[in-house]
């Protein structure tokens, strides 16, 4: 099992930046695919962003292309996601989660992934 604690949310002005950061512990990192996703009030869990174990492939939401980079360094087990030009509608509470041995696959489906963090609020205002 690998935990997973998620930092870097809060509260930021529309067309500012903001960056996440996931950290792991608990088991080998570097064979896991990883994801951001992110969830609104009353609305899905939605897939913002993966990376490959290695970092080769990157996928990001139709929503976030252009404006949001997703980056890891395995030897610190941290994932990053760098978020520029916010909106209002990028407000929600953002997961991290990993999907076990996934190598070069990059899921966008909530349930291949197998751990995930708490959570952190990101709030954008207009």
């Known amino acids: 099992q690998v935990q997973l604690v998620e930092s870097g949310g809060g509260l930021v002005q529309a067309g500012g930046s903001l960056r996440l950061s996931c950290v792991a512990s608990?088991?080998?990192?570097?064979?896991?695919?990883m994801g951001w996703f992110r969830q609104a009030p009353g609305k899905e869990r939605e897939f913002v962003a993966g990376?490959?174990?290695?970092?080769?492939?990157?996928y990001y939401g139709d929503p976030v292309k252009g404006r949001f980079t997703i980056s890891r360094d395995n030897a610190k087990t941290t994932v990053l996601l760098q978020m520029n030009s916010l909106k209002p509608e990028d407000t929600g509470v953002y997961y991290c989660?990993?999907?076990?041995?996934?190598?070069?696959?990059?899921?966008?489906?909530?349930?291949?992934?197998?751990?995930w963090g708490q959570g952190t609020q990101v709030t954008v205002s207009s």
């Open positions: 608990g088991r080998t990192f570097n064979r896991d695919g």
């Open positions: 989660a990993a999907d076990y041995g996934s190598y070069w696959r990059v899921s966008k489906i909530v349930d291949d992934y197998d751990s």
């Open positions: 990376i490959s174990w290695t970092g080769g492939y990157t």
